[in-house]
């Protein structure tokens, strides 16, 4: 609560005790009183007729009269102002008097003052407590989101080890079998099968975990230097093996364009970029029959240190009606039972949120149609310079 100052001190002084009454007095009485001896001293000096009749010693006298009047006058006004102002400093009450209105009038006008300040602080005094009450009840709601979102972060990184883990065990299992000499041709077959759905049981998983985590803002991006020739490499070298794979037709291949103008390192977070390039050309190689899948690497232009990666294919492409939302959750360029390909549509919402954490953006550009290609994503990195961090 706002605590109340006493503001009648403030607002006049009222002479207390009956000696000081009485010095006022006096001293307005002596100053009328000169003010008058002047004034008639000034009347007769200054009036020539009156002052012909008069005898000179009365002439005298008027003239003397007048010079001590206006002495008097003058000293008594500064003795006054000089009293009153050492007798309001002495007063308990302590102002000038002579400007303030009655006693009377002054104490009604006081206390309406009062009333009225008291309801302005009562009234401030309850915003206060309102206000006090909000925030804590929004701090409270604030720690209750961090506590939430601590508990749901947690979750979600208990769950992707729990699921992750024997999927990967299963899938690895499935693969030593197929490749184990002594396997009979129908249980590779089996195999085989089992691990590709197995791959995709894991793809599912690990995506829907990432969307989860994405939308509760508990991904962070960690950068460090990072060889992207390297980095690209390995996903040409995936890409290959899964159009091999898929497609019965030799005539398919994955190439890797790296700009002559790449620095050997960048900053960035290798891990995060990786996925975005893995997600971008899993998607080309399971739409690519015949041609080829690129990845063209190059710096950003306009950036000092950006680098803008593309993933191009001569696949089947993306129907003109989809690609205004091909970036949102749950999108698929062929929808229904019949498609060919699985997958929950997410891969691409989680590449361009990951793109936006890292500063950066993913576009789906119209592909160089001359070169054969139907596809083409861009995805640009302005990348800061590691020893600037
Ligand atoms: N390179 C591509 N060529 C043709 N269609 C594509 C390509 N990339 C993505 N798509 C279309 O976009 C849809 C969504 O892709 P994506 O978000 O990666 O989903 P998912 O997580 O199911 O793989 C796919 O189902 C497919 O129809
Ligand atoms: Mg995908």
Redesign the pocket.
Known sequence: MIKTQPHRKMLMFRPADPLTHTVLRVFALLSAAAAGLTGLGLAVFLTPPLQAELPSPWALAAAALFVFGTFAAALFCCVNRLVLRRLAALSPDGCDQHNGPPAEEGTGMLDRIETSLTRHETRIGEQLAQLQSEVSERRAAEQEAKDALAVQTSFLATTSHELRTPLNAMLGLLHLIQIAPDTPPKCKQHARTALSAGQRLL?MVS?TLEAAKLEAKAVTINPHQTDIRRLTRHWLVTAEASLHRRSRDDDVTALLELSPDLDPEYYLDGGRVSQIIG??T??AS?FTALGKVQIAVSPLAGSKHGLEIRIRDTGEGIPAEVRGQIFERFTQGKQGMSRPHD?A????WICTDLAHLMGGSLELLDAPTAAGFATEFLLKLPLPQAAAL
């Open positions: 793809e995506n997600n971008l899993d998607n399971k997958g549509g997410l891969g691409l």
